[in-house]
């Protein structure tokens, strides 16, 4: 058995994440709920893939930002076109690419900055170990 991930965090504000991953990166909003518990949330993702993201929001506890540049969700899209097209929807939805502060991801990848600081990395290479 595959386990699946799920990659949860919390966020001071879940509408301009919203914007970034699910309209600029194009993932998939999978479920959402409010006042459960005290916190509204997103999950985010594609239906087939094992794994969502999902994003926390607690009015009464600041999230803050990332602790550093290099907290990063790596993407592997090893189709040239399948790439420029994820790149150029980051933009279009108006978010710039930002220098990696590892360089290596800058020599096949493009980096974008969520509103939080972290940093998701569009690769253009397969993901190979």
């Not at 594609?46 to 009464?60: D, G, I, R």
């Amino acid at each position: 058995m595959i386990a699946k991930l799920r990659v949860a965090r919390p966020t001071d504000n879940l509408p301009a994440l919203l914007r970034f991953y699910r309209d600029g990166l194009g993932l998939t909003e999978l479920a959402a709920f409010t006042g459960h518990n005290g916190f509204d949330g997103v999950m985010l993702g594609h239906p087939q893939a094992p794994y969502h993201l999902e994003f926390t929001h607690q009015p009464s506890h600041p999230a803050g930002r990332a602790p550093t540049a290099d907290n990063l969700l790596v993407f592997y899209l090893p189709n040239a076109a399948e790439w420029q097209q994820a790149v150029d929807r980051m933009r279009a939805a108006g978010f710039a690419p930002v220098a990696s502060y590892n360089p290596y991801w800058d020599q096949l990848g493009c980096t974008f900055e969520d509103p939080d600081g972290y940093r998701v990395v569009l690769q253009r290479a397969a993901w190979a170990l």
